[in-house]
């Protein structure tokens, strides 16, 4: 693979900005600031970034692990009022 390969879906920034080859996600990944470029997250999406532009393998690690940093510091809340239970829904045949 080469550094210019494709998504399969582009990724989108805040800005909304979209990185569509791997190139686009290393030259975004450069340009952030020392304290951000440094984070865990990120150390991970770049090292998934140059095993899969030098050795190959699936883009889909490289977007997963570019969405995990960009979303590290939105926490995921559990809203138990969206949860439906499927036993409220339906009667088996047997309960008519």
């Given at each position: ?35 951000e ?53 339906r ?6």
């Amino acid at each position: 693979m080469s550094w210019s390969t494709s998504f399969e879906d582009p990724i989108l920034l805040p800005n909304g900005r979209r990185l569509l080859t791997l190139r686009d996600a290393a030259s975004y990944i450069m340009k952030l600031p020392k304290a951000e470029h440094s984070a865990p997250e990120w150390q991970a999406a770049m090292e998934a970034l140059i095993l899969v532009a030098e050795s190959g393998g699936p883009t889909m690690l490289v977007r997963i692990g570019v969405m995990r940093a960009l979303n590290r510091h939105v926490e995921q809340v559990f809203n138990p009022d969206r949860k439906g239970y499927h036993w409220d829904k339906r009667k088996l045949k047997r309960d008519q």
